[in-house]
């Protein structure tokens, strides 16, 4: 018997909105899976076939990148971040939604403009994609590399700004910050190993468009896909997104 398809998912807040997508895919975890007080990283499922890992975010794009999963779930910027040539991602699967935001200080942004910016000292888990945004824009990046608490740099002097995820916005709101440009919008995409997904084809590309029919209305699935294996991905990852401002209700609210 073959060994089976191990797909690898995100702690936190994909996992939550991955599981019933699992189901709507026929993908049924342990019970254990959806318990965060467990310690276990590898699960079973309804079908033999199948297991689950329960990784970091930044630890699933590695895990398939090097063929130790065969799929993932994983946010577009953690994809952004690393740019993996060896992984594939197919579908966009509208979960996980939020957007990568730059925010600083509210005192400092009563009188900032970011057009005019020249140089930026910034707190970050996303140094690559940060410094490319900023040198796409012309703007010189001096990245300070943490892993969390990325709220409090500024506080502290660490850095003038920070670069991070945000969803509500009420973590900024929290600790005095605001939001100032929107760097990327991020959804949780399928990823697969491109040398898994040619040497397994008659495995991962069924659950491939399982995962399509799951997560596209049908009006989209009528009108057809992108690139198959051999491009970047059906929605291609932009790394030099265009500057956005942040929306109204998210300006001064991760």
């Not at 401002?245 to 001064?252: E, V």
Request: proline share 7%; net charge neutral; aromatic share 4%.
């Amino acid at each position: 018997m073959a060994e089976p398809i191990i797909i690898a998912i995100p702690k936190g807040r994909i996992l939550e909105e991955a599981l019933p997508l699992l189901a709507r895919v026929g993908i049924v975890p342990e019970p254990a899976f959806a318990d965060e007080s467990s310690r276990a990283l590898r699960f079973s499922t309804n079908r033999p076939d199948i297991g689950l890992i329960r990784v970091r975010a930044f630890d699933v794009a590695t895990f398939v990148a090097h063929g130790a999963a065969q799929l993932g779930i994983v946010g577009s910027d953690v994809l952004l971040e690393f740019d993996y040539s060896e992984l594939y991602a197919p579908v966009d699967l509208d979960i996980g939604h939020c957007r990568l935001s730059v925010a600083e200080p509210a005192a400092m942004a009563e009188g900032d403009d970011p057009r005019e910016w020249s140089h930026v000292r910034v707190a970050t888990k996303y140094p690559n994609l940060t410094r490319k945004h900023f040198e796409a824009r012309g703007v010189q990046a001096e990245c300070v590399k943490l892993n969390g608490a990325m709220e409090i740099a500024p506080v502290l002097g660490l850095s003038s700004r920070i670069v991070d995820l945000v969803s509500s916005g009420k973590t900024l709101k929290e600790n005095g910050l605001v939001e100032v440009e929107v760097i990327q919008q991020v959804s949780a995409r399928l990823i697969a190993n491109r040398a898994a997904f040619k040497t397994r084809a008659a495995e991962i590309g069924p659950l491939v468009e399982a995962f399509r029919s799951a997560a596209t209305p049908p009006s989209r699935l009528r009108e057809g896909t992108g690139a198959g294996p051999n491009g970047k991905s059906d929605a291609a990852l932009s790394v030099a997104p265009t500057p956005q401002s942040p929306p109204a209700s998210g300006r001064g609210s991760l």
